[in-house]
Nanobody, 120 residues
Framework: QVQVVESGGGLVQAGGSLRLSCAASGTGFVIAGMGWYRQAPGKQRELVATITTGGSTNYADSLKGRFTISRDNAKNTVYLQMNNLKPEDTAVYYC??????????????WGVGTQVTVSA
């Protein structure tokens, strides 16, 4: 079993910044790709950014230039630096982690999410 725990959400004014963290932990697994997704009220969950163990990144086009994903492989931790936040960035931000088991099976684990609220 792998636990994924997000932190760093909160309330910020438009134009401000926040840094989210997400740590994956568990035994018997190797963590591969990690990523951030978000879900605003009344909307579907959408991709924010993903990152591989090698550092290759993928971003939602609309967020390029404002959001930066990074990771610390030794800590199985991924970060999301969010700058110049806008009210439309308000959402619950979810982290996921791809875990490779001893039988080379891959399973994706999700955190419970962290709320980010951007006031106008």
């Amino acid at each position: 079993q792998v636990q994924v725990v997000e932190s760093g959400g909160g309330l910020v004014q438009a134009g401000g910044s926040l840094r989210l963290s997400c740590a994956a932990s568990g035994t018997g697994f190797v963590i591969a790709g990690m990523g951030w997704y978000r879900q605003a009220p009344g909307k579907q969950r959408e991709l924010v950014a993903t990152i591989t163990t090698g550092g290759s990144t993928n971003y939602a086009d609309s967020l390029k230039g404002r959001f930066t994903i990074s990771r610390d492989n030794a800590k199985n931790t991924v970060y999301l630096q969010m700058n110049n936040l806008k009210p439309e960035d308000t959402a619950v931000y979810y982290c996921n982690a791809e875990a490779i088991g001893s039988s080379w099976n891959i399973r994706v684990y999700w955190g419970v999410g962290t709320q980010v609220t951007v006031s106008a």
